[in-house]
């Protein structure tokens, strides 16, 4: 599965980030890990591209939301895919707010996490993109 790209997990609590990252890695993701989403922007610009984008929206520094706005705005990252694991009450109006692939409800049963990476990541493997 390494060669679309790892899966970007984002979230401020360790032990929802530990957790995920195993879960993924034991289904044959790579993963990187990112504690709010200023770090995660960063690591973007730094030229990593994942496949999907698992990200928190209340985290401390720089939240999921301001995340993807400034995400969705820049050209090179916009087209990565986004699942929000949020307590936010209605996962189906945030991600039609937010342009979100999936919005799941916390706490969320990692399977389910780990299928809908499986299913966007394979879809990110099957799908070209034109070169710039």
């Known amino acids: ?16 980030l530990e957790a995920l990252a195993t879960m993924l ?20 610009h730094g030229g990593l ?3 999907i984008i698992v990200m928190d929206l209340m985290m401390p520094v ?5 995340f993807r706005e400034q995400q969705m705005h820049d050209p090179e990252l916009a087209h990565i ?5 949020s307590g936010i009450t209605d996962p189906a109006e945030t991600a039609a707010h937010l342009g979100l692939s999936a919005s799941v409800q ?11 990476v499986r299913t966007h990541c394979l879809k990110t493997r099957t799908v070209s993109r034109p070169p710039h």
């Not at 890695?25 to 973007?44: D, I, Q």
């Open 1 to 16: 599965m390494t060669e679309a790209g790892p899966v970007l997990v984002i979230d401020d609590n360790a032990d929802v």
């Open 81 to 85: 895919p986004v699942i929000a694991c």
């Open 25 to 44: 890695k034991r289904e044959g993701f790579s993963v990187v890990t990112a504690h709010n989403g200023f770090v995660a922007l960063n690591l973007l």
């Open 62 to 66: 720089m939240n999921g939301f301001e």
């Open 106 to 116: 916390k706490p969320a049963e990692v399977k389910t996490i780990v299928n809908l």
């Open 49 to 51: 591209r994942p496949c």
